[in-house]
């Protein structure tokens, strides 16, 4: 049944339509402040979270924050009404699709001075060039580490001994460095160290601290590149660079990978380095249970845990050859 739009006592105008009456639906692209906005504690670490990850899903950030997709939905909506958050879709994304955030220009100044309170003093320029979106080739990679992020940040909530203390994304952990060539000792050879992220995790009411590296491995790098990739980590190990950034004496590096043929392409090339640096998980997995015994270590059978034998990560770095 039809029905015409007009006032009571009044002839309906049957050229209108309800959008006229009541005003166009909101456009999922096109911000529209609505009411007055004041952002509280979860709202920073939802921000903090775009900084870090760079790109998010919804169903990541609800993961974290929200209760149920409704309030998830509703609050991203205000976010990105008042320009704290940006959202967009990936071109050959269907209809329906789950829309993608980073922080929102708005968001800058306060993210700024939050990390500043978390000691980490970063200019509005380096936040600005945090918060740029990756290249579309990238943008599985970027949702891969939030993956990652968010299976960490969950498994740390469920632990009383655990503390989480500073996630830092690529950008500012990078560094470039030289290391001699052997075959030539006047000669240097450059390495980019340049993980996916770094964590650092204290112990609660304990002086313990693990320093854990991350690498992504959709299954794109080749073997030359993934050995550059331990050569590098080796040589920041070994060559004094990280304890004198980080202050801490060992790390580990984590690989997150497709599956367990991929891992066994890549633990043999890890141990043709002679190298327990790099520990093995698959995706699958490490969303089950991060800290638990599911890595692969090089020049060992079974699956271990992230708790056990902390000072593995120290002393057993021999694979520094150029």
Request: with cysteine; proline share 4%.
């Amino acid at each position: 049944m039809k029905y015409a739009i007009g006032r009571a006592g009044e002839s309906p105008d049957r050229t209108k339509s309800s959008s006229d009456i009541y005003g166009a639906p909101r456009s999922r692209f096109t911000a529209k402040p609505e009411r007055g906005l004041v952002l509280g504690p979860r709202d920073d670490s939802l921000l903090l979270d775009l900084f870090l990850c760079r790109v998010m899903s919804r169903s990541q950030i609800q993961s974290l924050h929200f209760g149920s997709v409704p309030r998830c939905n509703g609050r991203l909506r205000q976010l990105f009404d008042w320009g704290y958050a940006s959202r967009y879709y990936m071109p050959t994304a269907p209809y329906g699709a789950q829309a993608l955030y980073s922080l929102g220009i708005a968001g800058v100044p306060r993210v700024s001075r939050l990390l500043g309170s978390q000691g980490l003093e970063l200019s509005a320029s380096d936040v600005r060039a945090q918060r740029c979106r990756p290249a579309l080739s990238l943008m599985e990679h970027t949702l891969a580490i939030a993956d990652v992020y968010g299976a960490f940040r969950t498994a740390i909530a469920d632990q009383d001994f655990l503390a989480w203390e500073r996630w830092l994304p690529e950008r500012l952990c990078a560094e470039e460095f030289e290391v001699r060539r052997k075959d030539n000792a006047a000669r240097w050879r450059q390495r980019i160290f340049r993980p996916d992220a770094y964590l650092r995790l204290g112990g609660q009411e304990t002086e313990m601290r693990m320093d854990l590296f991350f690498e992504i491995d959709l299954g794109h790098t080749n073997s030359r590149q993934f050995q550059n990739k331990i050569r590098a980590h080796a040589h920041y190990l070994s060559g004094g660079l990280f304890q004198q950034a980080y202050g801490s004496d060992g790390f580990r590096t984590l690989v997150v990978t497709t599956g367990a043929g991929r891992i066994g392409n890549l633990i043999r090339l890890a141990e043709s380095e002679a190298c327990q640096l790099f520990w093995f998980t698959t995706f699958d997995l490490m969303i089950q249970q991060p800290l638990g015994a599911i890595w692969s270590v090089p020049f060992r059978s079974d699956l271990i845990s992230l708790l056990e034998n902390q000072n593995t990560a120290k002393g057993e770095v021999s694979c520094v050859s150029v």
